[in-house]
Structure formats: structure tokens, C-alpha cells
């Protein structure tokens, strides 16, 4: 079992509706959680972090994170074209330094 | 956040030879990092660079064939050395700041590479 599962899609939405990212872990020492956007033929762009349990919005994107499950999730609410991209999960043990664990990547297509 | 920037953007190789891929930063920072991206496929941290010292390396990666230097705060190298078109990639580096309390990375947008 990897350590990080991502489903890579795509994921096709129409405009304006509600996308669930998910990805599911097996290390139970992740604590620090990440998503990054990342569009095509560009470097990854820090979406939104969360540490532990819990929820975090920001705009229109929810962070979730469930420790129990083991599964964290990102909601994005009214989605737009620009929202097209590859979301990728990442997830780290400690804070300070360590190593990032990702996910393959989700890509997203949202049509006009 | 910084402004990371990577040369070149992209390349094509022939097998055999050798590529360097450089790496700035618009502000000092503690730790940067060299990732490999292949098509479907996790990023995938080739090693780390500290500076001042030497790059610690990924299990899979040696320095013979990925050497990096670390010259200053602000600045890395990764050669791709003695190339194969396995090596036909997306070389990405990251760097992380000093005092954060989260570990989160910054990305530069990336060398997109081919061997032929």
C-alpha cells in the first residue's frame, strides 16, 4: 500500500459546482497536511495547509482532515474555469523540517 | 512566499551527456529541495540541500548520477548526469524558510527535460 493515495481523474464539473478532492494516508504520524494546485506546465502553488484534525477554509476552497480515517479532503464551492489543474496532496511528520509525501494528483476540468 | 525561478525552463538532450539546472531565490532560505515529477507518478524528492554542506540523497538517487551544489542561501544546482531518456522529466525544486512552524514548500515552476 502506498503511502498516499490520490485518485488522478480527470474529474470533469460543470461551472459553479462543488468539487471533493480526496486522498487517503497510512502513515498515522502525518500531521501536517497540504494542497497544491498545480496547472499545466507550471511548478506546484501552495493552496492551503492544516495541521491535525480539522477543517480550514479559505475563499471558496475547505481543507478537512479526519486523523481517525485517515483521509483529508478539499471542497472547492462555485468552481471556475481558472480552477482547472492537477490539485496534489502532500503530507509531512513533523514541523520545522521534513520530508513531503505526496499524492499522484488529481486533475480537474471545470467546463464553461 | 519567494520568487524561485529555474534555467532553462526546458531542454532537449541527447543520451549521454549532461544538463544543469539552476535554481534562485529572491530571499535567503534554510532548505531547498530538487524533486522529479514523471508523467503520472508522485513528485519524488531526489535529495536536499543545505548550504554548507553536502546534499543528503533519497534512496534510489546518488550523487554520481544527480550531483547538486549549494553555494549560498539563495541558490542550487542539480546535474542530470550521463543521460537516458529514462531521465525525461520535470525537474522542480522547492524551497522551505527558516522560523516557519509548518512545513510547507514553495516551488519554482520547473525544467522540463527530454533525452533523446
Known amino acids: 500500500q502506498k503511502e498516499v493515495e490520490q485518485d488522478p481523474g480527470p474529474l470533469s464539473v460543470p461551472e459553479g459546482a462543488i468539487v471533493s478532492l480526496n486522498c487517503t494516508y497510512s502513515n498515522s504520524a502525518f500531521q501536517y497536511f497540504m494542497w497544491y494546485r498545480q496547472y499545466s506546465r507550471k511548478g506546484p502553488e501552495l493552496l492551503m495547509y492544516t495541521y491535525s484534525s480539522g477543517n480550514k477554509e479559505d475563499g471558496r476552497f475547505t481543507a478537512q482532515v479526519d486523523k481517525s480515517s485517515k483521509y483529508i479532503s478539499l471542497f472547492i464551492r462555485d468552481s471556475q474555469p481558472s480552477d482547472s489543474a492537477t490539485y496534489l496532496c502532500?503530507?509531512?511528520?513533523?514541523?520545522?523540517?521534513?520530508?513531503?509525501?505526496f499524492g499522484k494528483g488529481t486533475m480537474l476540468l471545470v467546463s464553461p | 512566499s519567494a520568487v524561485i525561478s529555474q534555467k532553462p525552463s526546458r531542454d532537449i538532450c541527447q543520451r549521454g551527456t549532461s544538463l544543469t539546472i539552476q535554481c534562485q531565490v529572491d530571499?535567503?532560505?534554510?532548505?531547498m529541495f530538487w524533486y522529479r515529477q514523471q508523467p503520472g507518478q508522485s513528485l519524488t524528492l531526489i535529495a536536499t540541500?543545505?548550504?554548507?554542506?553536502?546534499?543528503?540523497?533519497e534512496s534510489g538517487f546518488v550523487i554520481d548520477k544527480f550531483p547538486i551544489s549549494r553555494p549560498n542561501l539563495t541558490f542550487s544546482t542539480l546535474t542530470v548526469s550521463n543521460m537516458s531518456p529514462e531521465d525525461s522529466s520535470i525537474y522542480l525544486c522547492?524551497?522551505?524558510?527558516?522560523?516557519?512552524?509548518?512545513?510547507?514548500?514553495?516551488f519554482g515552476p520547473g525544467t522540463r527535460l527530454t533525452v533523446l
Open positions: 540541500a543545505n548550504q554548507g554542506s553536502e546534499a543528503t540523497y
Open positions: 522547492s524551497v522551505d524558510f527558516p522560523g516557519r512552524a509548518v512545513d510547507t514548500q514553495y
Open positions: 502532500a503530507m509531512s511528520a513533523g514541523s520545522g523540517y521534513s520530508t513531503l509525501t
Open positions: 530571499s535567503q532560505v534554510t532548505m
